[in-house]
């Protein structure tokens, strides 16, 4: 179909097409509700080990204490991953009179390494409760990685806190904020499919294309009347 044909079907049903856009706008607007807030907070930290007497010595010990400070890091990330930390901190702060279930805090949890620098976020939906886990979360991290690291025999990683968690809000996901007009505009390519399905389903003959595209000949033709 040219393109010229095409909008004077567009633009003879124009309201058809434009129905279920009309729809999906009210009803988005009718349930509309606001994102509830989100709150993040992060903090960092340099991994190592204290270096033993030789290290002193010897530029060498000094090189295998920073590459066992990187096999740290990647232990600690993929335990701080697991299922075990986030009950481990749930317990700990039970201890303390906060109830934060193990499935809150492993779904708000994120941790990055690179290298020596260790860090960690929390996300949730309330700022005081995102500080609290994220206090538990660092004290087990720093008093409890023993039970993570067996290599070290029972030592606890030396885990130096570069900066203090600063707890902010965040704001809606860029899916939050264009869930609507993509729905309108699913609604609206919905309603031109149905405005063209409308042209092909009906019977009557309204401009002279239509008969030429059936082979008939057009002896004669009746311009519209002009409106004033």
Do not use: C
Request: hydrophobic share 45%; proline share 7%.
């Amino acid at each position: 179909m040219e393109l010229r044909r095409l909008w004077k079907v567009i633009r003879r049903r124009w309201a058809l097409a434009l129905i279920p856009a009309v729809i999906v706008l009210l009803a988005g607007l009718a349930t509309f509700r606001p994102a509830p807030p989100v709150y993040n907070g992060g903090v960092r930290f340099i991994v190592g080990q204290p270096p033993g007497a030789a290290a002193a010595e010897f530029d060498e010990q000094r090189y295998y204490n920073w590459l066992t400070s990187e096999y740290i890091v990647n232990g600690l990330t993929d335990w701080v991953r697991g299922g075990k930390f986030a009950e481990a901190v749930s317990a700990r702060l039970a201890t303390q009179g906060i109830d934060i279930p193990p499935g809150m805090i492993q779904g708000g949890l994120a941790v990055d390494n690179a290298r020596s620098l260790l860090t960690i976020s929390l996300t949730g939906s309330e700022t005081i409760a995102v500080h609290q886990a994220l206090e538990g979360v660092i004290a087990v991290l720093t008093e409890d990685n023993a039970v993570a690291l067996p290599q070290l025999g029972g030592e606890t990683a030396v885990l130096t806190r570069l900066d203090e968690p600063v707890v902010n809000q965040i704001s809606p996901g860029l899916r939050n904020q264009l869930d609507l007009p993509l729905r309108v505009a699913l609604a609206l390519f919905a309603g031109l499919g149905l405005a063209l399905l409308a042209h092909y389903l009906d019977p009557a003959v309204r401009d002279r294309e239509e008969l030429e595209d059936v082979g008939l000949a057009i002896l004669g033709e009746i311009p519209p009347e002009k409106r004033r």
